[in-house]
Nanobody, 117 residues
Framework: QVQLVESGGGSVQAGGSLRLSCAAS????????MGWFRQAPGKEREFVAR????????YYADSVKGRFTISRDNAKNTVYLQMNSLKPEDTAVYYC??????????WGQGTQVTVSS
């Protein structure tokens, strides 16, 4: 079956950096967009970033623009999220996504990111 497995989460102080990875298996996502969402405690899940099938186009939430960078390696069926200048408000569970056919979307299980002040 299709699996998206995130890694790279953890605890960091404000101003620090983390790099999240998401490795996909069970199908290739090379022809599909991939992205990241996050959910903070007590809040709804929100969009973070998205990358087109070939990495040529990227999109970001205003809250992370200029600090986060999404990229992908289709040879490895993997998407990344480089997070710099982290803030306490970036604390959340981060979820990887991969678009499917007919508007479907696959989700990873999530990885915790905690930023302390």
């Amino acid at each position: 079956q299709v699996q998206l497995v995130e890694s790279g989460g953890g605890s960091v102080q404000a101003g620090g950096s983390l790099r999240l990875s998401c490795a996909a298996s069970g199908r290739t996502f090379s022809g599909y967009a991939m992205g990241w969402f996050r959910q903070a405690p007590g809040k709804e899940r929100e969009f973070v970033a998205r990358v087109s099938w070939n990495g040529g186009s990227t999109y970001y939430a205003d809250s992370v623009k200029g600090r986060f960078t999404i990229s992908r390696d289709n040879a490895k069926n993997t998407v990344y999220l480089q997070m710099n200048s982290l803030k306490p408000e970036d604390t959340a569970v981060y979820y990887c996504t991969g678009d499917g056919d007919r508007g479907g979307r696959y989700w990873g299980q999530g990885t915790q990111v905690t930023v302390s002040s």
